[in-house]
């Protein structure tokens, strides 16, 4: 295909993107899944903790158990029970190739709700993921479906709520489908940024631009810069009739009148959707909590179905011209907003000078201490980073390795990278067998039970920060929320967990000698008084075992009246 063929698709593409977007889906087949007005938190594509929003956050009033209704007629054919993730979560599979997802429900219809109810009492397992035939469950329009919640990795009440193609499972912007939530407002622009691009995004980082609102364009003072090679983000957020914010759907970059980037974010899949850390400016994102998107594609940013091919936003400056830029940025209703600028290289700024330690996208690489390695596959990082990995003595008191520096929390990783920890003393068998592996990423913590590969203990991680093998010699426990033998008037029984180190991995409860399904809500344990302990049923002995990641086990009795 010649240069001017080429050209002409881009422009094609770029006039009509909303248009055939939105042709290309069933306009108004699905419903509202509420029986309240569509009002959103958080739309498709919106910047998460290393991924995209994959559906539509629903407001629910800030109220639990609102009726969920199925958005066209289907049949059920997945249920999942997670601690985390979706929390109790319903898949409907329609017969015009989409599936439907409605996740942080409280509870499933009751036909559903029972079955999901013996299969946990037959299974002795509270976290299922059970998959049905079209004959099982099928379902109406509009019929009844779940009670919204709050479960799962959910910050307030809401419904989340997903359009999937069947066939590929990949998520699809809901907003394409024709739900009627009143959007006439252009997305809204708060900065400009520039990057030298002669070694990486992440060296030396972003440089700001100010940005003014001239009449409905959005303008900067001709911005000079110090780098034959540089590449432009933007901040801005979209809003709705209805004042929420939500992400940017549509961008393009032209300089000098031609078109050197653009993405739309239209469908997603989940083994893609960590490539949101090679869209953002994710330093940024990590240390000031400020959502800036990249107007260009990284080296290693691999994401299908976002940017146009041939198109990688970086802007050549070798000549001393004065270039002009627009950004024009779009929603889904196509509200259109457009920054204009000027920029002119100037003069050259001393350029970084990669060390050998240097991690590339596409490459991989092992960084050795004298006590630690780590191995990175080719699609490690989305950037070049200038790796910094060191030793320095820990002072964790159940520290046995000294804690390894790996470069800093701020620089993303994509794939699992393996690292392997020498310890500073000689460990028995017994200890061996206790040793975790602590990673600290600044926001939290991450531990994980790694294997040993001759004297070193081997995990995989996908985050940066500092590592240290940790002896865990404790045992884990949980308190109950009454008094040894009480009398119970409440609904619910309620266990607080802990654990010294990581997590509390296995729970299992006996209620006189019997498995009780106790629900696991963040660090908690909920059991909903059923059948299995009915009222005026006398004294009763709860056994619980509880197992942490490091695989040591406690197993406590507690006793109350029902």
Same mark, same amino acid.
């Given at each position: 295909?010649?240069?001017?063929?080429k050209?002409?698709?881009?422009?094609?593409?770029?006039?009509?993107?909303?248009?055939?977007?939105?042709?290309?889906?069933?306009?108004n087949?699905?419903?509202?899944?509420?029986?309240?007005?569509m009002?959103?938190a958080?739309n498709?594509?919106?910047v998460?903790?290393?991924?995209?929003h994959?559906?539509?956050d629903?407001?629910?009033?800030?109220?639990?158990?609102?009726?969920?209704?199925?958005?066209?007629?289907? !049949?059920v054919?997945r249920?999942?029970?997670?601690?985390?993730?979706?929390?109790?979560?319903?898949?409907i599979?329609? +017969?015009?190739g989409?599936?439907t997802?409605?996740?942080?429900l409280n509870?499933?219809?009751?036909?559903?709700?029972?079955y999901?109810k013996?299969?946990?009492?037959?299974?002795?397992k509270?976290? =299922?993921?059970?998959t049905?035939?079209p004959g099982?469950? +099928?379902?109406?329009?509009?019929?009844?479906?779940?009670?919204?919640g709050n479960?799962?990795?959910?910050?307030? +009440?809401h419904?989340?709520?997903?359009i999937?193609d069947?066939?590929?499972?990949?998520?699809?912007?809901?907003?394409?489908?024709?739900?009627n939530? $009143?959007d006439?407002?252009?997305?809204?622009i708060?900065?400009?940024?520039w990057?030298?691009?002669r070694? &990486?995004?992440?060296?030396?980082?972003? #440089?700001?631009?100010?940005?003014?609102? /001239?009449? &409905?364009?959005?303008?900067?003072?001709?911005?000079q810069?110090?780098?034959?090679?540089i590449s432009l983000?933007?901040?801005? *957020?979209?809003?709705?009739?209805?004042?929420?914010?939500?992400?940017?759907?549509?961008?393009?970059l032209r300089?000098?009148d031609?078109?050197?980037?653009?993405?739309?974010?239209?469908? *997603?899949? !989940?083994?893609?959707?960590r490539?949101?850390?090679?869209?953002?400016?994710?330093?940024?994102f990590?240390?000031?909590?400020?959502?800036?998107q990249?107007?260009?594609s990284?080296?290693g940013?691999k994401?299908?179905?976002?940017?146009l091919?041939?198109?990688?936003?970086?802007?050549?400056?070798?000549?001393?011209?004065?270039?002009?830029?627009?950004?024009?940025?779009?929603d889904v209703?196509?509200? /259109?907003?457009?920054?204009?600028?000027?920029?002119k290289?100037?003069?050259t700024?001393?350029?970084?000078f $990669?060390?050998?330690?240097?991690?590339?996208a596409?490459?991989?690489?092992?960084?050795?201490?004298? #006590?630690?390695?780590?191995?990175?596959?080719?699609?490690? *990082? !989305?950037?070049?980073?200038?790796?910094?990995?060191?030793?320095?003595?820990?002072?964790?008191?159940d520290g046995?390795?000294?804690?390894?520096v790996l470069?800093?929390?701020?620089i993303?990783?994509h794939?699992?990278?393996?690292?392997?920890?020498?310890?500073?003393?000689?460990?028995?068998?017994?200890?061996?067998?206790?040793?975790?592996?602590?990673l600290?990423?600044?926001?939290?913590?991450n531990? *994980?039970?790694g294997?040993?590969?001759?004297?070193r203990?081997?995990s995989?991680? #996908?985050?940066?920060?500092?590592?240290?093998?940790l002896?865990?010699?404790s045992?884990?426990s949980?308190?109950?929320?009454?008094?040894?033998?009480?009398l119970?008037?409440?609904?619910?029984?309620?266990?607080?967990?802990?654990?010294?180190?990581?997590?509390?991995?296995s729970f299992?409860?006996?209620?006189?000698?019997?498995?009780?399904?106790f629900?696991?809500?963040k660090?908690?344990?909920?059991?909903?008084?059923?059948?299995k302990?009915?009222?005026?049923?006398?004294?009763?002995?709860?056994?619980?075992?509880?197992?942490n990641?490091?695989? #040591?086990?406690?197993? =406590?009795?507690f006793?109350?009246?029902?």
């Amino acid at each position: 295909m010649n240069i001017f063929c080429k050209l002409l698709v881009i422009i094609l593409f770029i006039n009509a993107f909303t248009i055939k977007a939105q042709k290309n889906y069933p306009q108004n087949y699905f419903r509202n899944p509420l029986n309240i007005p569509m009002q959103l938190a958080a739309n498709f594509g919106a910047v998460r903790s290393n991924h995209f929003h994959m559906g539509l956050d629903l407001r629910t009033n800030s109220q639990e158990n609102l009726s969920v209704l199925a958005a066209a007629d289907g !049949y059920v054919s997945r249920i999942k029970v997670e601690r985390y993730g979706f929390g109790n979560a319903v898949y409907i599979t329609h +017969p015009n190739g989409y599936t439907t997802l409605y996740a942080h429900l409280n509870k499933y219809y009751d036909k559903l709700d029972e079955y999901v109810k013996e299969r946990q009492y037959k299974d002795e397992k509270w976290e =299922q993921d059970i998959t049905f035939s079209p004959g099982q469950f +099928p379902i109406s329009k509009g019929q009844l479906i779940a009670l919204s919640g709050n479960t799962g990795g959910s910050a307030g +009440p809401h419904l989340h709520f997903e359009i999937r193609d069947t066939k590929t499972e990949e998520c699809i912007n809901p907003l394409l489908f024709g739900f009627n939530i $009143p959007d006439s407002i252009a997305p809204i622009i708060s900065g400009l940024y520039w990057y030298d691009r002669r070694f &990486s995004t992440y060296e030396p980082g972003a #440089n700001g631009i100010a940005v003014k609102k /001239t009449g &409905s364009t959005y303008t900067t003072d001709i911005v000079q810069v110090s780098s034959p090679e540089i590449s432009l983000a933007i901040k801005a *957020v979209d809003k709705a009739d209805q004042g929420f914010n939500i992400g940017i759907y549509h961008a393009e970059l032209r300089m000098d009148d031609q078109v050197i980037y653009s993405f739309s974010i239209d469908k *997603v899949s !989940y083994d893609d959707t960590r490539y949101i850390n090679g869209c953002i400016d994710y330093p940024k994102f990590i240390k000031d909590k400020m959502s800036i998107q990249h107007l260009s594609s990284l080296p290693g940013m691999k994401l299908k179905n976002y940017s146009l091919p041939d198109l990688n936003g970086i802007i050549n400056l070798k000549d001393e011209n004065v270039h002009t830029i627009e950004i024009v940025l779009q929603d889904v209703n196509g509200n /259109t907003s457009r920054l204009k600028t000027k920029v002119k290289f100037s003069k050259t700024s001393d350029q970084i000078f $990669p060390t050998t330690k240097m991690v590339k996208a596409n490459e991989g690489k092992t960084v050795t201490t004298e #006590n630690a390695e780590i191995n990175f596959s080719k699609a490690a *990082v !989305y950037d070049a980073v200038n790796f910094q990995m060191s030793e320095k003595s820990n002072t964790n008191a159940d520290g046995v390795s000294n804690t390894i520096v790996l470069q800093s929390p701020y620089i993303p990783v994509h794939d699992y990278y393996t690292l392997k920890i020498r310890p500073n003393r000689k460990l028995t068998n017994e200890e061996k067998g206790k040793v975790v592996v602590l990673l600290d990423y600044g926001s939290d913590t991450n531990v *994980v039970q790694g294997k040993w590969n001759g004297d070193r203990m081997e995990s995989e991680f #996908n985050r940066l920060g500092t590592a240290i093998l940790l002896l865990d010699q404790s045992v884990p426990s949980v308190s109950p929320g009454w008094k040894e033998g009480a009398l119970i008037n409440s609904s619910t029984l309620r266990l607080s967990g802990k654990t010294k180190i990581g997590d509390v991995i296995s729970f299992h409860a006996e209620l006189d000698g019997k498995w009780l399904r106790f629900a696991r809500m963040k660090d908690g344990f909920v059991y909903v008084f059923d059948e299995k302990c009915p009222k005026a049923s006398g004294l009763h002995t709860l056994k619980v075992t509880t197992i942490n990641t490091a695989g #040591n086990t406690n197993t =406590q009795t507690f006793t109350f009246q029902r």
